[in-house]
T-cell receptor
Framework: GAVVSQHPSWVICKSGTSVKIECRSLDFQATTMFWYRQFPKQSLMLMATSNEGSKATYEQGVEKDKFLINHASLTLSTLTVTSAHPEDSSFYIC?????????????FGPGTRLTVT | AQSVTQLGSHVSVSEGALVLLRCNYSSSVPPYLFWYVQYPNQGLQLLLKYTSAATLVKGINGFEAEFKKSETSFHLTKPSAHMSDAAEYFCAVSESDDKIIFGKGTRLHILP
């Protein structure tokens, strides 16, 4: 149980285009999902907290107009990288908190590798 | 503010030897502490977690960690390393706001 999927697993796009990444909780409901970014050989940096039915909360330094987050249902959150540039190339990982369990438990997706050319 | 410091960005041990990955945390309240493992191009897998119950926490794959409040430490150990243990390991801390803050990671190399 407690499986989180991401789609796509990898994507290559041209500079200036937008890319949407999906994060789904497959066997539980998640009122809260988190989006992380990981540069090569570095740690995960929290980008934003996504709450179902409300606006996402962005961490300091993260451009909310560039990284659009939508959490329209209890099992799906999306991250859209708008007008992507090569510096946006990174590994994006989402996690989800199980509504039916303790607040600290988060389950991580397998990640999405974004390459902007 | 909560933070995590992992000592040593790279650790090498021989196969069969003891694995010790160090983690120190800073938190204003009793924290939740985690160790995650990440294999190349994959997401994170939870090894174990501390949630204010037993101070010695046993996880998957033979790993365990001990919470020491006096030392603000949560070091990860495994008695005997396997080649399959080679990966990146992240220590993480969480307080009541649900955010998980990660350390910078330690890459574990296993020498044959």
């Amino acid at each position: 149980g407690a499986v989180v999927s991401q789609h796509p697993s990898w994507v290559i796009c041209k500079s200036g285009t937008s890319v949407k990444i999906e994060c789904r909780s497959l066997d539980f409901q998640a009122t809260t999902m988190f989006w992380y970014r990981q540069f090569p050989k570095q740690s995960l940096m929290l980008m934003a907290t996504s709450n179902e039915g409300s606006k996402a909360t962005y961490e300091q330094g993260v451009e909310k107009d560039k990284f659009l987050i939508n959490h329209a249902s209890l099992t799906l959150s999306t991250l859209t990288v708008t007008s992507a540039h090569p510096e946006d190339s990174s590994f994006y990982i989402c996690s989800a908190r199980d509504l039916g369990k303790s607040s600290y438990e988060q389950y991580f997706g397998p990640g999405t590798r974004l390459t902007v050319t | 503010a909560q933070s995590v410091t992992q000592l040593g960005s790279h650790v090498s041990v021989s196969e069969g030897a003891l694995v010790l990955l160090r983690c120190n945390y800073s938190s204003s309240v009793p924290p939740y502490l985690f160790w995650y493992v990440q294999y190349p191009n994959q997401g994170l897998q939870l090894l174990l977690k501390y949630t204010s119950a037993a101070t010695l926490v046993k996880g998957i794959n033979g790993f365990e960690a001990e919470f020491k409040k006096s030392e603000t430490s949560f070091h990860l150990t495994k008695p005997s390393a396997h080649m399959s243990d080679a990966a990146e390991y992240f220590c993480a801390v969480s307080e009541s706001d649900d955010k998980i803050i990660f350390g910078k990671g330690t890459r574990l190399h296993i020498l044959p």
